[in-house]
């Protein structure tokens, strides 16, 4: 979680932060970054998860037909990276641990999803290590949840994140993740449970996980449910809907009068 905290930002940080009635971010990590950098008291900043349309991304088509659809080999593990392709993201670990699943005969396809100011240098990257048979270049894609069906293992490599959508989207199709270590992702993975966390530049730690997932359908199952599971529950448009109902009835209360009435309003329908 990255917040500038220098020059204009920290100005109109400062100078915002009296007349709100608090602030909202996303993650519990970025909360407590919010809290360091601008001088914020914790009980003035509350946390509101993503929330995601859950429905949108339960599988309408085989694991065969997404991949068919896509113009991948039905018989190859699909290994799958949806994020622009920014430095923050660090796609060089990904094709680091793909260089490596190389080398040890894992049959797989790499598929980097997005696009971005770094996507003719990945490109040259990937061809010059020998990457050109094993990693397919998609740009960005509307249909991103045709893609993550077609997908084994999704893995985000990034350095830093607020609340990871494409983690969120990936679970919910089901799709067991790799992620690393960035601050906050344990909000969303319980490593082992709903996911699996690698520290950050482990390019072994990363190839390992991942080849170990390839190697194990029941785990990829498993885990990929675990996964759904948590989405459903806890990250649905509905989840984020009743959480901001409750900051903003809390806030609005703490004002007096009629206010607090608007939530209860909208609550009933």
Not at 130 to 152: H, K, Q
Not at 233 to 251: C, K, T
């Amino acid at each position: 979680v990255e917040y500038d905290g220098t020059g204009l930002v920290k100005l109109a940080h400062r100078l915002l932060n009296p007349g709100l009635a608090g602030w909202i971010v996303n993650s519990s990590a970025s909360a407590k970054r919010l809290g360091e950098v601008f001088d914020i008291r914790p009980d003035r900043i509350h946390v509101v998860y993503n929330g995601l349309d859950v429905q949108r991304f339960e599988p309408r088509m085989s694991r065969e037909q997404a991949r068919e659809k896509i113009g991948v080999n039905t018989s190859d593990s699909i290994v799958t990276i949806v994020a622009r392709l920014e430095p923050q993201k660090n796609h060089r670990l990904f094709l680091d641990a793909a260089v490596e699943l190389v080398r040890r005969k894992t049959r797989a396809k790499f598929l980097i999803v997005g696009d971005g100011s770094l996507g003719q240098l990945l490109r040259q990257d990937a061809s010059e290590r020998g990457l050109s048979d094993s990693v397919m270049f998609l740009g960005n894609r509307p249909n991103v949840e045709e893609i993550l069906w077609a997908t084994d293992v999704s893995v985000l490599t990034s350095d830093y994140e607020g609340l990871s959508n494409v983690l969120l989207e990936s679970m919910a199709s089901g799709v067991p993740v790799v992620s690393t270590d960035f601050a906050g992702v344990e909000e969303l993975i319980t490593h082992g449970e709903t996911g699996f966390i690698v520290r950050r530049g482990d390019v072994s730690g990363m190839a390992d996980r991942i080849e170990s997932l390839l190697r194990n359908a029941e785990q990829r199952r498993q885990v990929g449910e675990s996964g759904r599971r948590l989405v459903r529950e806890g990250f649905s448009v509905e989840a984020m809907s009743r959480r901001l109902l409750d900051v903003y009835e809390e806030a609005l209360s703490s004002r007096g009068g009629c206010h607090s009435s608007i939530v209860r309003n909208v609550r009933q329908g």
